[in-house]
Nanobody, 122 residues
Framework: QVQLVESGGGSVQAGGSLRLSCAAS?????MGWFRQTPGKEREGVAG????????KYADSVKGRFTISQDKAKNTLYLQMNSLKPEDTAMYYC??????????????????WGQGTQVTVSS
């Protein structure tokens, strides 16, 4: 089992920045950030292979968001800059422990955090 504890959400004006954190309790092969708004499917925002550091981003956040990790702290981050109102969503951290569970750069979601709300006002 891997427990994921997120922090760092909040409210910010358009153009502002926030950093999300996700502390993992054990080994992971890949981790990622997803977001969801009411009535919409959850979408992948950014993913990372924790061994190689290879990353993947959704087109909508490329150049604005950066996923990173601190291996010593077993913590995942999402630095979000130039935030837009359309980035408003509940953000979830996810992780998987096996290569076959990391599809296309994103975890398929064996483990999930509790979610943290990000609200961007115009």
């Amino acid at each position: 089992q891997v427990q994921l504890v997120e922090s760092g959400g909040g409210s910010v004006q358009a153009g502002g920045s926030l950093r999300l954190s996700c502390a993992a309790s054990g080994y992971t092969y890949c981790m990622g950030w997803f977001r969801q708004t009411p009535g919409k499917e959850r979408e992948g925002v950014a993913g990372i292979y924790t061994g190689s550091g290879r990353t993947k981003y959704a087109d909508s956040v490329k150049g604005r968001f950066t996923i990173s990790q601190d291996k010593a702290k077993n913590t995942l981050y999402l630095q979000m800059n130039s935030l837009k109102p359309e980035d408003t969503a509940m953000y979830y951290c996810a992780a998987d422990r096996w290569p076959w569970s990391c599809s296309g750069g994103y975890p398929t979601g064996d483990y999930w955090g509790q979610g943290t709300q990000v609200t961007v006002s115009s």
